[in-house]
């Protein structure tokens, strides 16, 4: 290649190298404006967290790995450790001399509520536990939050709602009596209207029963006792149910064994196939089991008027009653049993009209989802 040709592919080169240049230059400042973006975006988050977290009355600590505090809010400052810095120890060491309340609710499985204090003086909180993914060693968020006067306030407003409810009942069923007792007296007195008397004892025992109802269903609900699980075959329960209510059609029965206490199951299933019936006095009611993640699937349906968004806001609360002689216990017994299982229990209404009601009963090898689990290891 001669001289000419050589300066001409040198051009070239310089040329592109030029361009190339120009480009990286180019990619460079642009990386710089985006790495400059994302601090920006970082410090403003950062900031934005800490004001929020500053400002809570939520106490937050989050941990790392076996208990490593990285992080506290004011909160958690003034609850746990007297207002002074807590980050770098661990606390999980530092937990020894704390209530015991607290401790077996840090160490625990799940969310749970806790009262520390002495007799009188006690105070309620509710702790979480909240996994935080990361690229490094797993973060735990503790989260604890002061429920003491919340709860009192629920406590007395459920109260005022209670004594209202039976003294309803209590003046709907006392007054008819004392009624009744009166013109028996009347009565009494009247030889020729004697026979009526029968009618008028008719009337204060059919009160009277329905007064013994009513708070026998006030006290069952106050003493449910823990499940007495057991390897159940849901079969035979259904059976029975058939055998108790013919209106009942099991659409589902499954093979095996759930992990139940048999009797407040089917107590359970009665007050759910009462309620249908009410709902609906004629039409089959739907029963269906069956087999779901971790457990299984209990449904009973009707084809009656269902509930409108309100009542099925507060249809499982107790004393809650849209019927007029309505306890509120049915479903809020139900909502008992169901949860004292680990299991859940829904309400929604049905495409076509109807209610739906499904509960969950987790198998017995099955365990609560927990967001994190906080372990002492000791060597």
Known sequence: MDTTSWAVVGGVLAGGGALAYGRAHAALREA???????????????????????????????????????????????????????????????????????????????????????????????????????????????????????????????WKKV?????????????????????????????E????????????????????????????????????RAHVAWAPVLARLREAWPRVSPAGVPDGTGWFDEGQVEQLLVNLVKNASEARPEGEIAVDVRRADGGFELTVSDRGPGMSEEVLKNALLPFYSTKERGTGLGLALCREIVEAHGGKIRLKNREGGGLEVMCFFPDANAKRATDARLTVTRT
């Open 32 to 158: 710089r404006a985006a790495l400059d973006r994302a601090r920006k975006q970082r410090v403003e988050g950062e900031s934005l967290f800490a004001a929020v977290t500053a400002a809570s009355p939520t106490a937050l600590v989050v941990l790392r790995g076996a208990g490593t505090i990285v992080f506290t809010n004011p909160a958690a400052r003034e609850l746990f450790f007297e207002g002074k810095e807590a980050t770098g120890t661990n606390l999980l060491e530092r937990i020894g001399t704390a209530p015991a309340p607290f401790r077996e609710a840090l160490l625990g499985d799940d969310d749970v509520l806790f009262t520390v204090g002495d007799e009188g003086d006690d105070e309620t909180y509710h702790l979480s536990k909240i996994a935080i993914a990361t690229d490094g060693d797993p973060l735990t968020a503790i989260v604890v939050s002061h429920m003491t006067r919340e709860l009192r306030k629920q406590e007395i407003a459920v």
């Open 163 to 191: 004594l209202r409810v039976i003294s309803h009942e209590l003046n709907n069923s006392l007054a008819p009596i004392s009624s009744m007792a009166h013109s028996a007296r009347v009565l009494a007195k009247n030889p």
């Open 193 to 228: 209207k004697l026979h009526r008397l029968d009618e008028v004892f008719d009337t204060i025992e059919e009160r009277t029963r329905h007064l013994q109802t009513f708070l026998a269903g006030y006290a069952e609900l106050a003493r449910l006792p823990a499940p007495r």
